[in-house]
């Protein structure tokens, strides 16, 4: 069911002054599957996305993004936005951060910027209104209107994206990662704040993602009910150190990561 | 300071009363030394006169209107409506010792009435009627624009209109084009620029310099004005456009300071203080607004047989600044809806998140201050074609706070919020230049008005730049 090697993350080590947010951490995402990373509150789960994503150099390591059979990206070398724009790995944030005073097309059309950016030469093209540009900016609306669809915010589409309930922004930016076409999705506690509908509703937008888009999916996430439900592979962290990597059904046995962990929620989880 | 408690035990007009005299008492602390004690140069010298009616009509207008103001609080509305208005009415007629005093007075009744009057209109407005605002607002905004420009380009044709307020009216055009192109920098890419100004007067120094030593026409320059104020715009924006927020607004402040101290010391080149003269106006595509042109030209009234006028040339100046004014609005308008504009609206919202999906944060923010700089430059040209002398003296700090003030009080990012801020702060204060030392307080009065009753600008309604069409039939 799941592709090749996508992300290869070798010896990763994150320094803030004396503390150690991330220790000696290696794992492996491959494509169209689901890798969770979890672990206790300050486990360094969100700085191993910052590292990935080019917001912190990381103090060492080695991230190699490889794209079907290309040379990899080395991500550590990489500034955050060429990451995101040539090696393909979008994300989202802990704090949601939606652009709220734009519309929620805008935001979806602002992640298509370096493909309208093209189309539009410097902006020539599109101040002149060329047939080129218009027909890539109507790509780009179709698109948007693709993922509108599928999270089921095409009704409010010329709304403030600020103006969405709580759920409705979560999911939005999902979708508006979605638009930049990635090759690595990154979501950090997507489900945090969603009463049970609309967490099953983020399951089955995530299977989704993954048959369709077949991409990789990296998922920092507190619910169980989440993680047990929908992920191929679990890496647990607990003080920047992996203390335990496999499968769902073994990650719930595993003492290690239910002393470190689990132990508290383990009755919360669904059986899977 | 009369909380809920106290209202249950006294009655209304004596819990209003007291709020008032409390008022009153801190304006007339505050008033008494400095209204009520004035040196004043005499013969024998410096005498402190006093002037105690003053202090005290002002103290009583202070106590009336908050009396007025308490009392709407507490729902006396018709009794205040009609109180307000009498006090307006009343103050236009009754004798003040002092003319201020009576413009305080009414404005101070006609601001309790429009109160009064507001609080009345709203609760009737239902949701359904605040919704439509949203919906109206999409061809009210086009419409008024439309509006604005007939009359701006009837303007000359009206009968009120001389020579004086041509003049004026083209620099409201120049401010209006230095707020669109701040309005890039600041309103839309949310960086807070503080020397705008800077590149103002290198737009105007270009064709100073230009015409002074190359002999180059406003046309030639314009151009170059425009090229040089965005070079200058990518030059300063390279090493500062990392800070974020304050920090940049205090390196831009200096580097506006800069320029001007640069323009007033580099001697050699721009004469410092002294300033550059005779600068050219515009010709009409070549052929000059004089009345004996030199030999081989034809003048502007030779080619179209008219007599000869000095107002063709403040005419045709306005035009062009009307011109570019508009192109710049066309351009900018068109450029917000494409990716460049968006992306520079995303990076205000957050630019982390700008980052995160690919965006580059420096060219992106170089391209809004570059281009910003291009109409602080063209607008420099222009306004040194109007004035024929430019001195560093124009390119003060206070300059780019007054334009800023047009871009914060026209509402960031709207287009016609500036022209309205830009008559209100330009065109208004020299016509009222008769008020002479009033004419500051009024300006700055006016401003915290907006800021009170508009703290995001006259027109902070913001129209998302693509709507989702109706979905298309998909063929099977
Ligand atoms: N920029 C920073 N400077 C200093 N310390 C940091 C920084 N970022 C993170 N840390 C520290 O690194 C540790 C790991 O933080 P991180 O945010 O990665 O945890 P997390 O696993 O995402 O936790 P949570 O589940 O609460 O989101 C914490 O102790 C945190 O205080
Ligand atoms: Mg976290």
């Known amino acids: 069911m799941t592709g090749a090697p996508l992300l290869h993350v070798e010896h990763l080590t994150m320094r803030f002054g004396g503390l150690v947010a991330v220790d000696n951490l290696s794992f492996e995402a491959r494509e169209a599957a689901i890798t969770a990373v979890i672990g206790p509150n300050g486990a360094g789960k969100t700085t191993v996305f910052n590292c990935l994503t080019g917001f912190y150099p990381p103090t060492v390591g080695r991230l190699t993004l490889t794209r079907g059979g290309e040379a990899g990206f080395q991500l550590e070398r990489m500034e955050g936005h060429r990451i995101a724009r040539e090696a393909g790995i979008a994300r989202t944030f802990q704090n949601i951060r939606l652009f709220p005073q734009m519309s929620?097309?805008?935001?979806?059309?602002?992640?298509?910027?370096?493909?309208?950016?093209?189309?539009?030469?410097?902006?020539?093209?599109?101040?002149?209104?060329?047939?080129?540009?218009?027909?890539?900016?109507?790509?780009?609306?179709?698109?948007?209107?693709?993922?509108?669809?599928?999270?089921?915010?095409?009704?409010?589409?010329?709304?403030?994206?600020?103006?969405?309930?709580?759920?409705?922004?979560?999911?939005?930016?999902?979708?508006?990662?979605?638009?930049?076409?990635?090759?690595?999705?990154?979501?950090?506690?997507?489900?945090?704040?969603?009463?049970?509908?609309?967490?099953?509703?983020?399951?089955?937008?995530?299977?989704?993602?993954?048959?369709?888009?077949?991409?990789?999916?990296?998922?920092?996430?507190?619910?169980?009910?989440?993680?047990?439900?929908?992920?191929?592979?679990?890496?647990?962290?607990?003080?920047?150190?992996?203390?335990?990597?496999?499968?769902?059904?073994?990650?719930?046995?595993?003492?290690?990561?239910?002393?470190?962990?689990?132990?508290?929620?383990?009755?919360?989880?669904?059986?899977? | 300071m009369t909380t809920a408690a106290t209202d249950r035990e006294t009655p209304p007009f004596a819990a209003a009363a007291r709020e008032a005299a409390l008022t009153a008492a801190v304006a007339l602390a505050?008033?008494?030394?400095?209204?009520?004690?004035?040196?004043?140069?005499?013969?024998?010298?410096?005498?402190?006169?006093?002037?105690?009616?003053?202090?005290?009509?002002?103290?009583?207008?202070?106590?009336?209107?908050?009396?007025?103001?308490?009392?709407?609080?507490?729902?006396?509305?018709?009794?205040?409506?009609?109180?307000?208005?009498?006090?307006?009415?009343?103050?236009?007629?009754?004798?003040?010792?002092?003319?201020?005093?009576?413009?305080?007075?009414?404005?101070?009744?006609?601001?309790?009435?429009?109160?009064?009057?507001?609080?009345?209109?709203?609760?009737?407005?239902?949701?359904?009627?605040?919704?439509?605002?949203?919906?109206?607002?999409?061809?009210?905004?086009?419409?008024?624009?439309?509006?604005?420009?007939?009359?701006?380009?009837?303007?000359?044709?009206?009968?009120?209109?001389?020579?004086?307020?041509?003049?004026?009216?083209?620099?409201?055009?120049?401010?209006?084009?230095?707020?669109?192109?701040?309005?890039?920098?600041?309103?839309?890419?949310?960086?807070?620029?503080?020397?705008?100004?800077?590149?103002?007067?290198?737009?105007?120094?270009?064709?100073?310099?230009?015409?002074?030593?190359?002999?180059?026409?406003?046309?030639?320059?314009?151009?170059?004005?425009?090229l040089f104020a965005a070079m200058f715009g990518v030059l300063l924006g390279f090493p500062v456009l990392r800070l974020r927020g304050d920090y940049l607004a205090i390196v831009t402040l200096g580097f506006g300071e800069m320029i001007r101290i640069v323009l007033t010391n580099w001697v050699a080149l721009t004469r410092g203080p002294n300033g550059i003269s005779g600068i050219p106006k515009p010709s009409f595509f070549g052929a000059p607004f004089a009345r004996s042109p030199p030999e081989g030209t034809e003048a502007f009234h030779q080619i179209f047989d008219l007599a000869f006028s000095p107002m063709h040339r403040v005419i045709f100046l306005y035009y062009v600044a009307l011109t570019l004014a508009l192109l710049a609005n066309v351009f900018i308008l068109r450029i917000r809806t494409l990716p460049i504009g968006r992306a520079w609206e995303a990076l205000r919202e957050d630019e982390i998140a700008c980052r995160a999906l690919g965006l580059n944060p420096t060219s992106i923010k170089l391209s809004a201050f570059s281009l910003g700089a291009m109409f602080g430059g063209i607008a420099g040209c222009v306004f040194a074609a109007r004035q024929s002398f430019i001195s560093p003296e124009s390119f003060s700090f206070i300059e780019s706070a007054i334009i800023l003030a047009i871009v914060v009080l026209g509402g960031m990012g709207s287009q016609i919020g500036v022209v309205c801020a830009a008559v209100l702060l330009i065109g208004l204060p020299e016509w009222f230049r008769e008020l002479q030392d009033y004419r500051m307080l009024a300006f700055g009065g006016l401003m915290v008005m907006i800021m009170v009753w508009r703290p995001r600008g006259l027109l902070s309604h913001r129209d998302p730049t693509v709507r989702l069409p109706a979905a298309r039939e998909t063929p099977p």
């Open chain 1, 104 to 272: 929620v097309l805008e935001n979806l059309m602002v992640a298509q910027h370096a493909e309208l950016m093209r189309a539009s030469v410097f902006s020539v093209a599109g101040l002149l209104g060329l047939p080129g540009y218009r027909a890539a900016a109507r790509g780009a609306i179709d698109r948007a209107r693709l993922w509108l669809d599928r999270i089921g915010l095409t009704e409010r589409a010329d709304d403030d994206a600020g103006n969405l309930p709580y759920g409705d922004q979560r999911r939005l930016e999902i979708a508006r990662a979605m638009c930049a076409r990635p090759a690595l999705l990154c979501l950090d506690e997507p489900a945090a704040g969603l009463n049970a509908r609309e967490t099953a509703g983020l399951n089955a937008l995530l299977l989704e993602i993954r048959e369709t888009e077949r991409i990789g999916i990296l998922l920092i996430e507190h619910d169980m009910s989440v993680v047990m439900g929908i992920s191929d592979h679990i890496v647990v962290l607990d003080y920047g150190r992996k203390i335990a990597e496999g499968k769902p059904a073994a990650m719930r046995d595993n003492p290690d990561v239910i002393r470190a962990y689990l132990g508290q929620e383990h009755g919360e989880a669904p059986p899977c």
């Open chain 2, 30 to 226: 505050l008033t008494g030394p400095m209204i009520g004690l004035h040196a004043a140069s005499q013969a024998t010298g410096l005498v402190i006169e006093t002037r105690w009616p003053e202090v005290a009509i002002a103290v009583a207008l202070v106590f009336l209107g908050r009396f007025l103001l308490a009392l709407l609080g507490r729902a006396f509305v018709w009794p205040v409506l009609a109180a307000g208005l009498a006090v307006a009415g009343g103050g236009l007629f009754v004798p003040f010792p002092n003319a201020l005093l009576k413009a305080v007075c009414v404005a101070g009744g006609l601001i309790v009435a429009l109160r009064a009057a507001l609080m009345l209109v709203r609760p009737r407005m239902t949701a359904a009627a605040r919704a439509k605002p949203a919906l109206a607002a999409r061809w009210v905004a086009p419409a008024a624009g439309a509006a604005m420009t007939a009359f701006a380009l009837l303007l000359p044709v009206m009968p009120f209109a001389d020579r004086q307020l041509l003049d004026l009216a083209t620099l409201v055009v120049i401010y209006i084009l230095l707020g669109w192109g701040l309005n890039i920098v600041v309103g839309l890419a949310g960086l807070l620029d503080l020397g705008y100004v800077a590149f103002y007067a290198v737009g105007a120094y270009s064709f100073a310099l230009l015409a002074q030593y190359f002999a180059f026409s406003f046309w030639e320059a314009l151009p170059l004005a425009g």
